[in-house]
């Protein structure tokens, strides 16, 4: 019988199906119908630095948010969820259940990093997801500024907690791999491979901007996945688009330690997870693999990377597989 337990951010998961942060795992029910329905460990929903602000007192001019935002937030929309129910709800959740809790932070102001961190760890998470989200609006800052400001947060919160730290990635990182590296050298103990936010679009009956919601791009995760395996050193974790087994499977065989998904089970209901893990136990089973780590990253860039004398060569045959889907006829 196919064992799939597999580590992953130094914590050992029961199969490497991991709800991500989303409404899923917002309260402690939801958390606990992911345990039931078998997932490997849950990322909660995300703390968003707007939250505490308010509860704070900090006024809008003092951190130049929409005030759009803040009336929102005045008007009570998100403040329920403030940094002690979440801690509560950490506290509770990890009497009833044994898989790794994994919380979810999301901060504009450095400083707040590592104060959510710490709260977190003293509830009694397993581990903390940094979402660092900037979308680069400013023309005056180059991209490794922002690139910068993910190490500089990272640093600042691996000072102050003991248990594993993972950043969940934009993708619009000027160099993946770079990035990467940088961070896994800051001793980052994961990489979650992508964000994933709402998408702009235009109504144009009416003239005005809409925000729709966004789509997780499994093709986009896999190459990043295939790309990084092995040649950063800390775990990687892919976040989008996944729907079937399979996909699960493509996303070890590119390299994952484990795979987050929440579009499926919002789609088709939490229990999808069972199909999911016994998809992948019967794939395990036919082809002879034991253990996850029997087949994970076995088509990593780096496992194929092997048969390339260097960097160059590995170009060139980039390049020209990229010439070659462009030159096939599209009746094939
Ligand atoms: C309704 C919803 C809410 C989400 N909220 C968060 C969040 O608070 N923090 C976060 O890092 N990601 C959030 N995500 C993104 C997911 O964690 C995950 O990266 C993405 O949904 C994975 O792709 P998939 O939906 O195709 O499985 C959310 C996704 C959805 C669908």
């Known amino acids: ?32 119908r992911c345990y039931e329905a078998g997932a490997g460990a849950v990322v909660l929903k995300s703390i968003f630095e707007e939250q505490f602000r308010e509860l704070a007192g900090v006024s809008e001019q003092e951190y ?32 009833e259940l044994d898989i790794p809790v994994i919380a979810s932070i999301n901060c504009q102001s450095p400083k707040l990093w590592p104060s959510f961190a710490r709260q977190f ?23 490794s500024k922002y690139e910068e400001h993910h ?21 619009q ?4 791999p770079h990035l990467g590296k940088e961070l896994a050298d800051a001793g980052c103990d994961a990489l979650v491979l992508f964000n994933w936010f709402v998408q702009p679009d235009i109504d144009t009956r009416n003239l005005k901007t809409i925000n729709i919601i966004g789509k997780g791009n499994f093709f986009h995760c896999l190459r990043w996945v295939a790309i990084l395996a092995g040649r950063v050193d800390c775990d990687l974790a892919s976040s989008g688009g996944v729907r079937k087994a399979e996909d699960v499977i493509k996303q070890i065989l590119a390299g994952a330690s484990a795979v987050q998904a929440s579009t499926l089970f919002y789609q088709k209901g939490i229990k999808a ?60």
Request: glycine letters at 8%.
């Open 121 to 143: 760890q003293e509830a009694g998470a397993d581990g903390l997801e940094l979402n660092i989200y900037f979308l680069p609006l400013d023309l005056d800052t180059p991209g």
């Open 1 to 32: 019988m196919a064992d799939l337990t597999t580590s992953y951010m130094g914590l050992k998961l029961r199969n490497p199906v991991v709800v991500s942060s989303s409404g899923l795992t917002k309260s402690a029910e939801g958390i606990l």
């Open 64 to 95: 130049g948010i929409y005030p759009e935002a803040m009336d929102y937030l005045r008007k009570g929309g998100l403040l329920e969820y403030a940094p002690q129910a979440i801690c509560d709800m950490i506290e509770k959740v990890k009497k």
């Open 151 to 171: 190490v500089q947060i990272l640093k600042e919160v691996k000072k102050t907690v003991s248990i594993p730290v993972s950043v969940k990635l934009m993708s």
């Open 273 to 332: 997870i069972q199909d999911l893990v016994k998809g992948i136990e019967e794939w395990m089973d036919n082809h002879k693999f034991t253990a996850v780590d029997d087949f994970k990253g076995e088509l990593s860039f780096k496992k194929q990377e092997v048969s390339f004398k260097g960097a160059g060569e590995a170009e060139a045959f980039f390049r020209a597989q990229y010439l070659k889907a462009y030159a096939r006829p599209k009746e094939e």
């Open 173 to 176: 990182v000027t160099s993946v």
